[in-house]
Every structure is written in C-alpha cells, then in structure tokens.
C-alpha cells in the first residue's frame, strides 16, 4: 500500500519558505554578532566609504584574510569589546539580576496562575466570575496607562529601587495572561477526578499538587516561554523603578551605552550579545518540551 504524499513542487514550495524564514531568523543574529567585533572607528569611518566597492575589494581595509571581504572594517577582528562590556558596562552584577527577577517570576506565575485557573475552574463559588474578569482586564492594560501609578505605589511603600518591589510588579503583570490560559485548559480536566478525590478525603491543596498541576504542564509550559521571554527583555518598568546597578538588568545596562552625543556600538552589540544567549540556551535545551506544551496547549485550546 502506498501512500501519497503529495506532489514534488508542494514540497519544494514548503521547504523554500521554511528555509526562507530560517534565514530571517538566523541573519540579524549573525549580523548583530559581526557587528561586535568592530570598533568606534570603523563606524566613523562606514558611512565615508563607497559600499560596493568596500564590500568587494577588501584591500580598502587591509583586512584580506577576513570572512566576508573587509566587511568588518579597516580594525578587522576586534576582541576587546566583550571585555570592556562585561567590566565598564558592569554587566555581571546586571546579569544575575535578570537571573533573579526572570526565574523567580516564571516561578511564582506559574504555580500562582495553575492555582488560580484551577480554582476559577472547578471550583464553585460566586466570586468567581468577577475575580476572574479583573484578571482577563488586566490583560488589556498597557504599561503606559499603569507606569505612574505603579511607580507611586512602588515608592509609597518603600520598595523603589529593590529586588522585591521590581519582582511584585513583574509577578502581577505576568499574572493576568497565566491564569487566563490555566483557567481555559483546566476547564478540560473530568471534574470526575476531583470528586473521586475529594471523596478519598483529599483536600484541595493535595488534589491541586497531585493531579491538577501535572495534567496542567503543557500550558504551565506556554506560559513559562512568555513570562521568560517577557521577563528578560523587559525595559520600561525596570528602568523607572530602579536607579542602581545593584538592582537594575541587562537591557538597562545595554541602553547606557548608548549616551545623547555619541553611541559606542561596538561595546553595544557585544551586550546585546550576551543578553542574548541564555535566551538562545533556554530555547535549545527545552526545545522538545516547548514544542511539545506548544502543540499540547493548542489541541486543548
């Protein structure tokens, strides 16, 4: 028995956008990773220069032996921007702050929207539908509308500038999109379950822990890659409700390279760099589990 797979050009059609969309994503990582590897120099001197023939004759640069002709610039490689990044940029300390806030938020939201989703779900009760639309609201909400409010709120209690007044904020923007998507796949689980549990004498902390959370995981995972991938990139909020090294992250410390008069770009893309590669290693080594939660979460939805 054979089976039909198609004809060869579907293939050949689905293959060249795959390939296509590859190169999107693969290209402005590989440019950004070129880029810092050149100098204060070879910006200034970029723009003075005839591109085409730049590009094609690499003895403008004298750099003959590069990749790419003299694309890097007349400095060729230059390795100094990683260091001078990491020690003036003082991107260590900024680094294990993203560490901090983005684990600890993919955490809490997690194990706090599986709880209540489940509660919204499967369990009865007449506050439920109006606790459950103030969370949905709260998905609507843009960070302009609620940045002042929240930064008065953050400094009336004594938390500006520390790590749990920048977690608490993270933790409750990340909630209301978690419980929205807990609540919707926890609306597929057999209340059977739960009653056979509760007749056992269970209580609902036990039949969260034991039942409901491992049959949530796949959308426990869909909701780990946004909160992380949010958590990590985020600006705005850090920047306005912290003022040190102490208690900032890495793209606070990426934006301070770049000053009104003049921008080091070279020392720029290398911290852009190096924020970007946990995000790079997390998607590598979970890439099985993010897939398959992904598809899981989009057979339930």
Not at 46 to 63: C, E, H, M, Q, Y
Not at 241 to 270: C, E, H
Request: with cysteine; proline share 5%.
């Amino acid at each position: 028995m054979t089976v039909n797979r198609g004809p060869i050009w579907a293939k050949i059609i689905i293959y060249a956008i795959m390939i296509a969309f590859a190169v999107m994503a693969i290209f402005p990582l590989l440019w950004m990773l070129l880029q810092s590897f050149k100098t204060t120099q070879d910006y200034q001197l970029l723009p003075k220069l005839d591109l085409p023939r730049f590009v094609r004759d690499p003895s403008i640069t004298g750099a003959k032996n590069l990749p790419m002709g003299g694309y890097l610039g007349k400095s060729g490689w230059f390795y100094g921007n990683y260091p001078y990044a990491w020690k003036i940029g003082q991107l260590g300390t900024l680094f294990i702050n993203s560490v901090i806030y983005t684990f600890i938020t993919v955490a809490v939201t997690i194990v706090l929207g599986c709880m209540a989703g489940f509660a919204f779900a499967k369990i009865p009760n007449k506050a439920t539908p109006v606790l459950h639309g103030i969370f949905v609201v709260g998905i609507l909400l843009v960070i302009q509308s609620i940045m002042v409010p929240l930064y008065m709120m953050v400094n009336a209690v004594g938390l500006y500038n520390t790590h749990l007044g920048v977690l608490i904020v993270y933790i409750g923007m990340g909630l209301p999109m978690c419980v929205y998507l807990a609540t919707d796949f926890a609306k597929s689980i057999p209340i059977s379950l739960i009653e056979s549990a509760r007749i056992d004498g269970a209580k609902y902390l036990r039949i969260f822990s034991s039942i409901i959370l491992p049959m949530l995981a796949p959308v426990a995972v869909t909701m780990g890659i946004m909160t992380f991938s949010g958590t990590w990139n985020e600006f705005m909020m850090i920047n306005m409700l912290t003022s040190s090294t102490a208690t900032r992250s890495l793209p606070v410390g990426i934006n301070a390279f770049a000053g009104q008069l003049a921008t080091d770009y070279g020392k720029q893309f290398s911290a852009l760099v190096i924020a970007t590669i946990p995000i790079l290693l997390f998607y590598l080594i979970f890439r099985k589990q993010i897939t398959k939660g992904v598809a899981a979460g989009a057979v339930k939805g």
